[in-house]
């Protein structure tokens, strides 16, 4: 059954008034207008809907069942129209979040519970990934937002993407507690020439970072071990099986066992961002996302710069 909703409304106009001229009057139509609406109406649902009389019209009992279901249609209508008004004002909507592991382990947790208290009607979909998948995801669609990462020597042009600075976070070194220089402030790397290294495996970026760096200072280091993940690289660490180059970022969870150390020298740090196609225009739940995440990272680098304690 298809049924035009604005002769609905015209039905529950006429039922307000009793007459075709009064619904004329509040709908500014013509009497012969309302009038002929209300036959089409009749027509579509193949029953008689009003009687008409010299003082006017009354509903027959199928134009009262038509109006009960009218009155339902039409505050559908009004929560449609409430719901679209809050999508549009970003306080409802989903936002498709691509992040990678180090940030969903770390600073993912605030971002989700800002994002809740401020607007508990917006869902995110996370995604977590490495970030050659997440700049798939978001170049076909799949993600609305998508975090990405990478150091001076490799940044990609990004051409079609809209890419927002978050952070640059810094590189930082784990050693063993009992190692040699565990308890000065901070360390030059040209005193670690001598060590065994753990590095990222596969080619991972942060391989690249300790060759370089090393180069830099004067040495070829020694890769004793190639690990999966910065927790296994911890627990390696520990055991006292060589020692790492790291964001700083994947220290936020330290094992008592070993420690983390600043570098004396000017090390490269990675850039993260927020990632959006350049010809999509965000939403206003995005754009609260993008919001939160620009605050959650501004407590983040306020909080490094207060005193550390002791090791």
Avoid at 77 to 105: H, M
Avoid at 164 to 179: F, G, Y
Avoid at 204 to 215: G, K, M, S, W
Avoid at 280 to 286: E, G, V
């Amino acid at each position: 059954m298809r049924v035009d909703i604005t002769r609905l409304q015209i039905l529950a106009a006429v039922n307000r008034h009793g007459s075709m001229a009064g619904a004329a009057d509040e709908l500014r139509y013509t009497s012969s207008a309302v009038s002929q609406q209300i036959r089409k109406l009749e027509a579509e649902l193949h029953v008689a809907l009003v009687e008409r009389h010299a003082r006017g019209v009354r509903m027959t009992e199928a134009g009262c069942l038509v109006l009960g279901r009218a009155r339902a249609i039409e505050e559908q209508l009004e929560g449609l129209s409430g719901d679209l008004e809050q999508l549009a004002g970003g306080y409802t909507g989903t936002v498709r979040f691509g992040v990678f592991p180090t940030f969903a382990a770390s600073l993912l947790p605030e971002v989700v519970i800002a994002l809740r208290e401020s607007h508990p009607g917006v869902r995110l979909a996370i995604h977590s990934s490495r970030i050659s998948p997440l700049r798939d995801l978001l170049e076909t669609h799949q993600l609305d937002i998508a975090l990405t990462w990478d150091y001076p020597w490799n940044r990609s042009p990004d051409t079609e993407l809209a890419v927002h600075e978050l952070l640059l976070d810094s590189t930082v070194l784990i050693v063993p507690r009992t190692h040699r220089l565990a308890r000065q402030n901070t360390i030059e790397l040209t005193d670690m020439k001598d060590e065994e290294w753990i590095v990222r495996a596969a080619g991972h970026p942060t391989a690249e970072l300790l060759f370089r760096c090393a180069h830099t200072a004067g040495f070829h280091p020694k890769v004793a071990i190639e690990a999966s993940d910065y927790q296994e690289t911890q627990a390696m660490i520990a055991a006292g099986l060589g020692v790492t180059l790291c964001p700083r970022l994947a220290t936020s969870y330290v094992r008592e066992d070993v420690v983390v150390k600043r570098l004396e020298a000017s090390m490269p740090a990675r850039r993260i961002c927020a990632a959006r196609l350049r010809d999509s225009k965000p939403t206003i739940a995005s754009q609260r996302l993008e919001h939160i995440l620009v605050n959650v990272v501004d407590d983040y680098t306020a909080a490094l710069t207060r005193p550390a304690r002791p090791d």
